[in-house]
């Protein structure tokens, strides 16, 4: 094929994409369907729900339930070997795959072991029983597409040159070392027209400690290769149809969205849109390389790309509707809050140093309260980090609290400056008869969010998907 372009595309696939027999064929008759006309890199999370299994045994290993490690290992080797057994043809790839998940998953074992005998488990220890999620997919993955014909080189986060800081669970690329070592690492196989299979999420710090990128940072790897190698676009493959008006199990009239910007899809990212980890568009949106939204299970149907500007003016200035739900709303309050300098800082401090993320904040003008939007999951800690700030200072009266509760935000960059959107926002859901309890609007101008009663959140995206003609 000589004389012919090759695009560079850096594809990443998530956990239900290659969590089972059915999906990974799929990924493999896609990636060597791409791969016969481009250089492809393939990035891949861990099995869906098994981040989460392994997060679920190192906590009861610190709590000593050796017995559990047993287990979980036990279902991560069954669950693995099976789909090797269905996906690969050949028996001696089957013989080798199954081998290199077993010196993995010894590894697992024996660091769940140690964390029991330790009784204490660390940010860092917890980050390196994670790592094993992605080696295990890969392993699989590598394995299935080797069968199928192709020649693949797995790697992984560490060997491929990812370099983090030490922010155990929440690591952040160092970039300047990190693209040189990728350049030095992939160039040569993708010019040797070697598939780079690489593991998801992982890395490691510069004296090689195992690091987590973040809960879905498996988009965030494929952007970091991406941009490092100067790829032409990624692909983020995933199981809807790109980024959607509106989430599509609450909205049946939801589209795809086709094109839309980083700044605004960061945004959607903020407000509960699943398609993409928060700060996995940082690195494209830095260098302007376009990243593709598309569905495992329809390849040929829409998907979404993110772009640095829009190309296409959109006819409606609201392009998303997306929500929050299961949240909770917190409220303090009291006149003495009027004109102190600093409550708002400590009242955040206070939430912040008990790992509570505020999801929405809003401050009337007369200062006489604060309410604050959280996760319903952290609610209670939020508000025993309050009632003990209350306690060392009384900086405000009451506490009160409801768990009821959700976001909604709509979205979209041809918001700002255009009048009259909070009003025709605030009619549709008053004329459905949904009372709004508390509202934002970043000043970004890109969304404007509320929270309304759990109950309503249904009638609250209807409601603005039908206002903008999401659906058309
Ligand atoms: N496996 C990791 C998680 O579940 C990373 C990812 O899926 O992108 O968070
Ligand atoms: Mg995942």
Redesign the pocket.
């Known amino acids: 094929m000589t004389g012919e372009y090759f695009l560079l595309i850096v594809m990443k696939f998530?956990?239900r994409s290659v969590g089972g027999a059915e999906a990974l064929r799929n990924v493999v008759a896609l990636i060597s369907n791409y791969a016969s006309a481009n250089d492809v890199v393939v990035v891949t999370?861990?099995m869906n729900g098994?981040?989460?299994s392994l997060i679920q045994a190192a906590t009861r290993a610190s709590q000593r339930d050796e017995k559990h490690v047993a287990e979980v290992t036990e279902q991560l080797r069954t669950r693995h070997e099976n789909v090797c057994e269905q996906v690969i043809t050949r028996t001696d790839e089957i013989k080798r795959t199954i081998a290199r998940l077993d010196l993995e998953l010894r590894e697992l074992e024996k660091a769940l072991t140690g964390v029991s005998y330790l009784g204490e488990l660390t940010p860092r220890s917890l980050d390196y029983v994670?790592s094993f999620?992605?080696k295990l997919s890969t392993l699989v993955l590598a394995g299935s597409l080797h069968d199928s014909g192709l020649s693949v080189q797995r790697l992984t986060g560490e060997e491929a040159g990812i370099v983090t800081d030490a922010s155990f669970g929440e690591a952040t690329p160092l970039m300047n070392v990190t693209q040189l070592k990728l350049e030095e690492k992939l160039c040569p196989l993708i010019k040797d027209r070697k598939i780079p299979v690489v593991t998801?999420?992982i890395a490691a710090t510069q004296d090689g400690v195992p690091t987590?990128?973040?809960?879905?940072?498996?988009?965030y790897?494929a952007t970091i290769i991406g941009s490092a190698l100067g790829a032409d676009e990624v692909w983020i493959w995933t199981d809807v149809d790109g980024i959607m008006t509106a989430d599509p199990k609450i909205e049946h009239a939801a589209q795809t969205i086709r094109e839309i910007s980083f700044m605004e899809a960061m945004e959607m990212s903020h407000f509960g849109a699943k398609a993409m980890?928060p700060r996995a568009l940082e690195p494209a949106a830095k260098i302007g390389l376009p990243v593709r939204v598309k569905n495992t299970f329809n390849p040929n149907g829409p998907d979404t790309l993110i772009l640095q500007d829009q190309r296409i003016k959109s006819v409606n200035v609201v392009k998303a509707v997306t929500s929050v739900r299961e949240a909770s709303m917190v409220t303090v309050s009291g006149a003495g809050m009027h004109g102190a300098p600093g409550t708002a800082a400590k009242v955040l401090d206070a939430l912040g140093k008990n790992d509570v993320n505020v999801l929405m904040i809003s401050q009337s003008s007369s200062e006489a309260n604060i309410s604050l939007v959280t996760a319903r999951s952290s609610l209670e800690r939020a508000v025993t980090a309050l009632k003990e700030l209350l306690l060392k200072e009384s900086l405000f009266k009451e506490i009160t609290s409801e768990d009821d509760v959700s976001i909604v935000a709509a979205v979209g960059a041809g918001m700002k400056g255009t009048l009259g959107i909070a009003a025709r926002i605030f009619r549709a859901i008053a004329d459905k008869g949904v009372n709004v309890k508390m509202i934002a609007q970043g000043s970004s101008e890109l969304n404007i969010s509320f929270v309304v009663r759990e109950d309503d959140v249904l009638k609250s995206v209807h409601a603005l998907h039908e206002e903008f003609r999401l659906g058309d």
């Open positions: 998530g956990g999370s861990a098994v981040t989460n994670l999620g992605e998801g999420y987590t990128l973040g809960r879905g940072g498996s988009d790897t980890h």
